[in-house]
C-alpha cells in the first residue's frame, strides 16, 4: 500500500528563539558600546529577563489590525530574527511552534537554576518576557511558567489578541495582557478576567488621563524611560476596573500604525502631529 511520505520534522531551534539574557532596552536597562561605524550594540546591565520569539505568520491571528502592516515586531529590532522564524515555520502548526518554545523554556540554562539576577533590584529569578507573537495553546505555557518558575524564575508575561477565544485561567500564573486597539473592547476583555494593553496613534499627556471613559496608565518605557523589569506595571499588578496600560504607536512602523488605528477608530489626526507631517514634508 502506497504510503504519502511524512514531512521531515524541522529542529525546534528553528521554530522559536529564546534570548536567555535579553538586550532589549524596553525589558532590561543596557548600555550601547561601539562597534564601529553605525554599529552601537546594546549590552545588558542588569537586572536581567530572559525573552522569547515566535514566528508572526504561524501565531498571529489574520484580524490583528497590524497583521498586515504597522507590525513593531516585522519592523523593528527583531525584525530580522522574526523574518527568519517566519521562513522556518512555513507549513509549519501553531501547536507545533508553541511546543518549539516551551522546549527552550525547559531547557533554558541546561534545565537547571534560573539565575537569581532579576526582578527590579536584580536579586531575584529572571522575569520571562514570553513570544513576540501569538499563542493559540496558553496551557502549554502556563505549565512551562509553572515549571520555570519551580526552577527559580521570576515572572512570565506576555500580551495576547486571543483574548476573545482563550480563557483567562488557561494562562495560569502568565502575567498576561488583551492586547486591544479599539477602546470599546475594553470592557469586553475586562469581563473575560484579562487585563488589557490598549494601543493609541499618540498619548495625550505623559501621566494617567481618562480617554472614551477609561483611564489610560501611558507605558512608563514610553514616557520615562523605565524598562519593564524595573516598571512592572504588566508583570505583576492587578489594575482598577477601568484602567488600562496605554502603548503608543512606535518604532520604525509607527506612521502605518497610527494610519490603522485612526481608521479603525475613525480617530482625526490631532493637530499637533498634522503640523508636524505637513513641516516635515
Known sequence: MHRTPERPRRPLAQLAALQPRSRDRKLVPVKFIDRGPGRPEPVATGPHA????????????????????????????????????????????????????????????????????????????????????DARDARALASAARRWASRGGGVAWTYTHRWRSIPRSAWGAIGVLASVEEPGDVALAKARGYDVALVVPEFTRSSSYLDGGVTIIPCPAQTRN????????????????????????????????????????????????????????
Do not use: W
Open 50 to 133: 530572559a525573552s522569547t520569539y515566535l514566528p508572526i505568520d504561524a501565531t498571529c491571528p489574520t484580524t490583528c489590525v497590524f497583521f498586515a502592516g504597522g507590525c513593531y515586531a516585522r519592523a523593528g529590532a527583531a525584525r530580522s530574527l522574526v523574518n527568519a522564524l517566519d521562513l522556518a515555520a512555513a507549513g509549519v502548526s501553531a501547536r507545533e511552534v508553541i511546543d518549539a518554545e516551551v522546549a527552550l523554556i525547559d531547557g533554558a540554562f541546561r534545565g537547571g537554576r534560573v539565575p537569581q539576577d532579576g526582578g527590579r533590584d536584580g536579586r531575584r529569578g529572571r522575569d520571562l518576557r514570553l513570544h513576540v507573537g
Open 226 to 281: 523605565a524598562t519593564c523589569v524595573q516598571c512592572r506595571l504588566c508583570l505583576d499588578v492587578r489594575h482598577a476596573s477601568d484602567a488600562v496600560i496605554g502603548f503608543a504607536a512606535h518604532g520604525p512602523a509607527a506612521a502605518s500604525a497610527k494610519r490603522r488605528l485612526r481608521v479603525l477608530n475613525q480617530v482625526p489626526e490631532r493637530p499637533m502631529a498634522a503640523r508636524a507631517r505637513s513641516e516635515a514634508a
